[in-house]
């Protein structure tokens, strides 16, 4: 059962005076990837809500208090620029990292007639550098790579390179997702910082960490790894299907300021679109 449904399910013949109504509700949420104490702190709020306007439903001011959550973030920066564009795509092994930086290409290519360079920063894994070009291929992108084992921020340093004098619109870095360390991470990309500041210092520059929504609360740690570590524009959501419950987005809202950009439901290019804080609000509060 998808987790929107349970909390359709349980707001059913709900007796809204009944405060172990809203103490059901926390454990829910928290069921939904919540962090416990804006669990409370939102089923508090609705109980506050319900009791003062008891002829209103309580999906419906769920739904309105889900979606001040999501707007505590800083806006989300989605738009299409003239200006030349470089793109970090970050996060963790396995997230889905390569195939978002296709799908983003292939949007730029198909909806903004863009030039893009793919960038295959990820040198650890020989699998995403072939799987890059995989992708370039297929949507006749080119794609800058190097050896595996190589420098990341060489590899960004060249697609830079191709770029300027190529005359593209948009570099699209995959980097990669496995660091010893918190410190070694930290290294790594101020380097690759440095390399987009002195080479294209003038870029509209967007670094996007893409997380897991079948994660749990663990993608909220990540988050707070690479936010640390770089000042992050944004997440895109992978893997959001049955399975997904996605309550973490309101904790990297209200508690990181990181907006949500793009969501994703499936392997295909299409299978990405713009997050829309009213509609998540509303399919997480159960209302269709």
């Known amino acids: 059962m998808k987790f929107s449904d349970k909390i359709k399910n349980f707001f059913s013949g709900k007796n809204i005076l009944d405060n172990e109504v809203f103490d059901d509700l926390c454990d829910l949420l928290i069921e939904g990837d919540f962090g416990a104490s804006q669990a409370y702190q939102m089923a508090e709020m609705l109980k506050m809500r319900c009791k003062n306007n008891v002829n209103e439903d309580m999906p419906q001011i769920l739904s309105s208090l889900?979606?001040?959550?999501?707007?505590?973030?800083?806006?989300?920066?989605?738009?299409?620029?003239?200006?030349?564009?470089?793109i970090l795509i970050l996060g963790v092994n396995g997230v889905g990292k390569t195939t978002t930086a296709a799908k983003l290409s292939y949007l730029y290519k198909t909806s903004y007639n863009k030039k893009i360079i793919l960038a295959a920063a990820d040198t650890f894994r020989a699998a995403a550098i072939d799987q890059l070009k995989i992708h370039g291929q297929k949507l006749d992108v080119r794609v800058v790579a190097h050896k595996q084992g190589g420098d990341p921020a060489a590899v960004v340093y060249d697609a830079l390179d191709a770029a300027l004098s190529s005359g593209a619109d948009v570099i699209i870095a995959d980097t990669a997702g496995r660091m010893h360390t918190k410190s070694a991470l930290v290294e790594e990309l101020c380097k690759i910082d440095r390399v987009v500041e002195s080479k294209a210092g003038g870029a509209r520059y967007l670094k996007y960490l893409v997380l897991d929504a079948t994660t749990g609360r663990n993608a909220f740690a990540q988050a707070e790894i690479f936010n640390s570590a770089v000042a992050l524009d944004g997440v895109i959501l992978t893997k959001y299907d049955s399975t997904a419950k996605g309550g973490v987005v309101f904790s990297l809202a209200s508690e990181l300021k990181l907006p949500?950009?793009?969501?994703?439901?499936?392997?295909?290019?299409?299978?990405?679109?713009k997050f829309d804080n009213k509609k998540f609000a509303r399919e997480f509060a159960g209302i269709a």
């Open 260 to 273: 949500v950009t793009y969501i994703c439901t499936g392997e295909k290019y299409t299978d990405m679109e």
């Open 66 to 86: 889900l979606e001040d959550e999501l707007n505590k973030a800083k806006p989300a920066d989605i738009s299409i620029s003239d200006k030349f564009t470089a």
